[in-house]
């Protein structure tokens, strides 16, 4: 498995693209809006993949110069469970610290909060919803 930052507007982009809406979208009722793959343009985006197939992806949205968050986490369905997500993190953060982040943060699904607990992050604050469906803020210090 490799794992690399993507460039935005290009084929593995277009991969990305698909595979979240396909994980995280599609089942809420959701697509992407031309203004929100424009909104991208200047996030860190990470591609897990196995010769051509992207198996996971996720990106960094710089917060504040101290803070990146991670969002659009997904991994392909019959992958996972296979240590794609716990790879693609453990990249994420080194990524992160790398360009000087000290705090990792989330909007994490609450279904998935055993796997970023599992990685060292701690919820933060009180349930909410958001997309329709309950979260938490999570974080970790870099």
Do not use: W
């Amino acid at each position: 498995m490799a794992l690399k930052i993507i460039d935005h507007s290009t084929r593995e982009y277009q991969q990305m693209l698909k595979l979240r809406e396909d994980i995280l979208r599609k089942p809420l009722g959701f697509t992407f809006t031309p203004d929100e793959v424009e909104s991208e343009k200047d996030n860190i985006l990470i591609g897990a993949f196995e010769d051509d197939r992207m198996l996971g992806c996720c990106m960094l949205v710089e917060e504040t110069p101290e803070t990146v968050r991670l969002r659009q986490m997904a991994v392909s369905n019959d992958l996972q469970g296979k240590g794609i997500g716990r790879a693609l993190m453990q990249f994420a953060e080194n990524i992160a610290r790398d360009h000087g982040y000290k705090v990792i943060m989330m909007h994490a699904r609450k279904h998935a909060t055993g796997f970023y607990e599992k990685m060292g992050y701690k919820k933060k604050g009180n349930e909410f919803i958001e997309i329709t469906i309950p979260h938490f803020v999570m974080e970790k210090q870099l």
